[in-house]
């Protein structure tokens, strides 16, 4: 079994503070930074874009774990890693070509990952895994922190566990959204190894990022 990580979501983060609250993260023991990025066009809602998370970057050390939420989302993978993105995740809804768009991210030595919305189906992507890194099931419909769990998504962590046994792949399963103390183990124990978490990171038990992190890796 891979070792459990925990990815903090920013998106819950001070956004004033951003530097620090990355610093919290890195002392507080989290295992990589999610950065989620969003467009206001692939979903309802604007976040950061390249120059934030370049000058991030320069002050943490931690591996930056990017979600590009944006549409066209091609023609803008080579500034995300050029800015500092470790991994670069994608939705298939956002590309005309998926596996150009997979083989765009690893020509530049980036993780690729590639994430599923809700209603998105395993086999839209089952005849690329094995050329992804990491999939990322979404558990919320991406766009916004503080969403309620979907426990429907489960089911796909299965069918991938067990497409990962027949065909000897060794992907990462990450999930993202409404991860919360009451939820955790059973992702865990659905198959995911890296669990996303924004709300639950920065808001309980006062932002104390270093027991939250611990509490949801608790099974
Ligand atoms: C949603 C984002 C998630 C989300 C996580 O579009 O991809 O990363 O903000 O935040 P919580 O843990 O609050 O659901
Ligand atoms: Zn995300």
């Known amino acids: 079994m891979k070792k459990i990580q925990v990815s903090p979501s920013i998106l819950s983060a001070d956004f004033s503070q951003l530097g620090t609250e990355i610093k919290r993260l890195e002392e507080g023991g989290a295992d990589m ?50 800015a500092g993105a470790d991994i670069i995740t994608i939705h298939p809804e956002a590309t005309d070509n998926l596996i150009e768009s997979i ?19 395993v086999d839209v992507i089952k005849e690329y895994l094995n050329n992804i890194d990491l999939v990322l099931i979404m558990s ?5 922190g503080g969403q309620k769990f979907m426990p429907e998504v489960l089911v796909k962590i299965q069918e991938l ?3 990962q046994k027949n065909h000897k792949l060794n992907f990462d399963i990450e999930i993202d959204g409404g991860i919360n103390f009451e939820n955790s183990k059973s992702v865990i124990e659905a198959g995911a190894n ?26």
């Open 194 to 219: 890296i669990i996303v978490s924004g709300t639950t990171i920065f808001k309980s038990n006062n932002g104390d990022i270093k027991k939250n992190i611990k509490l949801l890796k608790s099974v």
């Open 103 to 121: 083989y765009k991210i690893k020509k530049l030595k980036k993780k690729v990952g590639v994430s599923l919305n809700p209603k998105t189906k």
């Open 33 to 82: 930074v999610h950065v989620d990025v969003m467009d206001g066009h692939f979903v309802p809602n604007l976040t950061i874009g390249p120059p934030v998370i370049k000058e991030l970057r320069k002050h943490c050390s931690l591996k930056f774990d990017v979600h590009l939420m944006i549409s066209s989302v091609h023609k803008y993978i080579e500034a995300y890693a050029d």
């Open 161 to 163: 566990k067990t497409i």
């Open 140 to 144: 919320v419909n991406p766009g916004f």
